[in-house]
């Protein structure tokens, strides 16, 4: 048990963190052309947050939340999603004040006590983003193009964006009580966590992923035949703001979204190549959110997009991270004399940003050069007792195998020369 990480957690290993660090890297820089601004918020927070915010009708407050009470029995939540938790903050610290609309991003881990599988873990990471206090679909328009422009930059094929109204609290009551006229005969037919549904939450009901919940609700009415004249509207508005845009989306009347405050836009990004997990990307609006959890009426658009699931679809596509650098340098030292001069050498050379490797386990010179190519090293700097003794190190190009002799102490400016000329070689500018 000890040397077993629990159940729905993955280790992220030396050997995937570059995949990792290239959709965070690039994550980032989308949200810096797009004017989004970082923000980070506890791993937990109060149980109530969670219970208010994300609707007590959900299956995350229903059964997938990490609740605990800590020393003094305060109730506390690991928390199952972002967005409560901005919001959260978005009102504490009375950043409605300042000028709106107010653009976030963030990357968090999330847990969840779900049913382990592909794409499916108890701790799994998001990518998120939120508008507060714009109202127009603009800002709807303005996070899908946000999501979009970073998912295409990865270069992940076959992923179709989708979209739908989920209404408002004037058109959906009616239209529940629709829904529940339309389902309550098949009652027998649902499953136990839908017939649970038709009461508390019947939308849920069209996202159930059963097969005979499926067979039932394929001829349901749909929210987008009962939009009110503002939702409806909306709804024209955001399309028009997409076609405007350049970017290609389906109109899908299922998408419900498993979160209680959404209203308005809902939409998806969905893989071709993910299976029964197979929704990359989530979000829409939640006018409601922030009133809720106590602040100033503030309207709200954002998305969750799951870090695990995009770098499923990436592979599943064949896009490719850039493969990690490998090292500038490897110093192959023989005997001591030649060991101390590689610690000096090698000391000098990162104090310059140059990335340097030794070998520290007494290997031949072999060893030490099989080390330089398994390290990727573009060069090997050879020291032994001729190089010692006349000051100089032998620098061997890596590449090409060519050898010469350098100065100690001009070692860093040659790799620097080189490394300017390579890079203007493979731009293709010349030097
Ligand atoms: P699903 O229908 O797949 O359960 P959801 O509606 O619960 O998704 P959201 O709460 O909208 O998902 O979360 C946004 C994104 O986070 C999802 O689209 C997915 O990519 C990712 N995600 C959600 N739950 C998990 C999980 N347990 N493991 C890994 N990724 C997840
Ligand atoms: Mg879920």
Known sequence: MIATAPKGT?????????????????????CRRFGFQEIRTPVFEHTELFSRGVGGATDIVEKQMYTFDDRAGRSLTLRPEGTASV?????????????????????????????????????????????????????????????????????????????????CP??????????????????DGLCETCRKRLDSNPMRILDCKSPRCREIAADAPRMLGSLC????????????????????????AGIVRGLDYYTKTAFEFVSDGLG??????????????????????????GFALGVERLLLAMES?????????????????????????????????????????????????KGQMKLADRLNARYALIIGDDELRDGVVTIKDMRSGEQRPVGMRDAASFLRRRDVAEQREENGKGI
């Open 276 to 301: 029964a997990q197979d929704t990359v990307c989530g979000g829409g609006r939640y006018d409601g959110l922030i009133e809720d959890i106590g602040g100033p009426g503030t309207p709200g658009v």
């Open 170 to 187: 004037s058109c959906r009551p009616a239209y529940r009580e629709l829904l529940r006229d339309f389902l309550r005969p098949s009652y």
């Open 229 to 252: 004249g503002p939702c409806a509207s909306a709804f024209d508005e955001l399309k028009g703001h997409l076609v405007a845009a350049g970017l290609a989306f389906t109109v899908d």
């Open 10 to 30: 993955k280790d992220v290993l030396p050997g995937q963190i570059h995949a990792w660090r290239h959709v965070e890297e690039s994550y980032r820089e989308a």
């Open 317 to 365: 596509s064949g896009a490719k991270a850039p493969e990690p650098e490998g090292a500038d340098a490897f110093i192959a030292a023989m005997g001591d004399g030649a060991r101390a001069a590689a610690l000096g050498l090698m000391r000098r050379l990162r104090g310059e940003g140059l990335r340097v490797e030794m070998d520290c386990l007494g290997r031949n010179i």
């Open 87 to 167: 919001a959260r903050a978005f009102v504490e610290n009375r950043l409605y004040a300042e000028m709106q609309p107010s653009k976030y991003f963030y990357g968090i881990s999330c847990f969840r006590y779900e049913k382990p599988q592909l794409g499916r873990l108890r701790e799994f990471h998001q990518l998120g983003a939120e508008i507060f206090g714009a109202g127009g679909m603009l800002a709807d328009a303005e996070v899908i193009c946000l999501a979009a422009d970073f998912l295409g930059g990865l270069g992940i094929g076959g992923l179709d964006l989708r979209v739908n109204s989920v209404g």
